[in-house]
């Protein structure tokens, strides 16, 4: 198995500042995902996390609100820029090893005021 | 495209009576399904997982889950229920060709009554 952790693990921000969301994982991973839980919501995956490459980003989210970097096999970051109170959510980053279960990380909670 | 529906957004039982939770999916091929559960302000932990071979499923603390190809189901089950099983419980489903990406369900909060 995979342990996760995130930094930080909780922030208040201002609307139109940005934040930057660490994960590291505590041995190397294939893929590591980041998700979005809204408030009372289910989890949404905001996009794959590539190591050497541009993060795969699923519909509805874009590279310039939602920068990722995986610049190894242990660690990503995600970027929420220009946030909003519509950003308030908890972010899950999320890594897979290779066979068929993914590890998640504790969340950050965001709230934007 | 996959997707995942859980049938009930809340579930409220009583302590040492069975736990239900529902779960159907669509794929149009045989897919890996999964039950998490998330306690309040934690993060998600695999309860069980059906890739292949048995149709039920053992997962941890007392749960177990039955892969029913014909119904397209994956319903997560416990025959007592305990105060602490009280949390969110999300089933979901990953491409088998693929399996590079997880589609969670909407979620089941469980409640437990003394």
């Known amino acids: 198995s995979a342990v996760i952790s995130q930094k930080p693990s909780r922030d208040i921000c201002q609307r139109g500042t940005s934040l930057t969301i660490q994960c590291q994982v505590d041995?190397?991973?294939?893929?590591m995902f980041w998700y979005r839980q809204q408030p009372g919501q289910s989890l949404t995956l905001i996009a794959t996390a590539n190591q050497g490459s541009e993060a795969t980003y699923e519909s509805g989210f874009v590279i310039d609100k939602f920068p990722i970097s995986r610049p190894n096999l242990t660690f990503s970051t995600l970027t929420v820029s220009n946030m909003s109170p519509e950003d308030s959510s908890i972010y899950l980053c999320?890594?897979?090893?290779?066979?068929?279960?993914?590890?998640f990380g504790p969340g950050t909670r965001l709230t934007v005021t | 495209a996959q997707s995942v529906t859980q049938l009930g957004s809340h579930v409220s039982v009583s302590e040492g009576a069975l736990v239900l939770l529902r779960c159907n999916y669509s794929s149009s091929v045989p897919p890996y399904l999964f039950w998490y559960v998330q306690y309040p302000n934690q993060g998600l932990q695999l309860l069980l997982k059906y890739t292949t071979g048995a149709t039920l499923v053992k997962g941890i603390n007392g749960f177990e889950a039955e892969f029913k190809k014909s119904e397209t189901s994956f319903h997560l089950t416990k025959p007592s229920a305990h105060m602490s099983d009280a949390a969110e419980y999300f089933c979901?489903?990953?491409?088998?060709?693929?399996?590079?990406?997880?589609?969670f369900g909407s979620g089941t909060r469980l409640s437990i009554r003394p």
């Open positions: 999320s890594a897979r090893q290779g066979g068929d279960e993914q590890y």
């Open positions: 041995s190397q991973v294939t893929m």
């Open positions: 979901a489903v990953s491409d088998r060709r693929s399996a590079s990406k997880i589609i």
